[in-house]
């Protein structure tokens, strides 16, 4: 049995007090959904409450970190610092937080982008950030955080689409993988 407890306060000495706030935000909405969902609750709040714990130090030691244990950057993320996390969570979640399911790494490394045919809980972990209670109000999210307890797959195509639109908007680049989750889920 994994302490979730023991975890928890170490992430919240690890994190900037938002960043952990967010983090159990993330925590209870994916215990929500796996209850809603009927999947495992203990691993959808293990991987709420680990989705972000790479983001505990800056952009420039994530890359530093990612040197140094060997993890492989894509084209995307070394163009988008800001998804390095994603990878760098599941290798600490792994190595120093002790998470040996690979359903837990999985929904961690692909909590930023998703992907194609995702689990039931990477979908869970990757609508449960999106639509946290913290999360600060778009136009979308109320449909999404409807759709998340009634069609998972709808709500992963509107969020997915959603960052699309708002990526193009501030003509930031788009990561391919987002493009293929969206593509995969508006049609599924
Ligand atoms: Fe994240
Ligand atoms: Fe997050």
């Known amino acids: 049995m994994t302490d979730i407890t023991g975890i928890q306060k170490k992430l919240e000495k690890r994190l900037k007090p938002e960043r952990y706030e967010h983090t159990l935000g993330v925590m209870y909405t994916a215990a929500s959904l ?33 040197r140094e244990f060997n993890i492989t950057l894509t084209e995307s993320e070394r163009k988008m610092p800001a998804l390095i996390h994603a990878k760098l969570g599941a290798y600490l979640a792994e190595h120093e937080y002790n998470i040996k399911d690979s359903d837990i790494l999985g929904a961690i490394t692909y909590h930023t982008t998703g992907k194609p045919e995702m689990s039931l809980l990477e979908k869970i972990i990757y609508i449960a950030d999106y639509i946290e209670p913290g999360r600060q109000e778009i ?50």
Do not use: W
């Open 34 to 66: 796996a209850m809603c969902h009927d999947a495992d609750i203990s691993k959808a709040m293990l991987a709420g409450l680990l989705h972000d714990c790479g983001k505990y130090c800056s952009g420039k030691e994530q890359i530093r970190l990612c």
């Open 139 to 188: 136009p979308v999210l109320s449909e999404v955080r409807s759709a998340a307890f009634s069609n998972l797959n709808r709500a992963v195509a509107l969020s997915a689409g959603s960052t699309i639109s708002y990526l193009q908007n501030v003509g930031r680049e788009i990561d391919p993988a987002t493009v293929r989750t969206y593509e995969f889920y508006h049609t599924n």
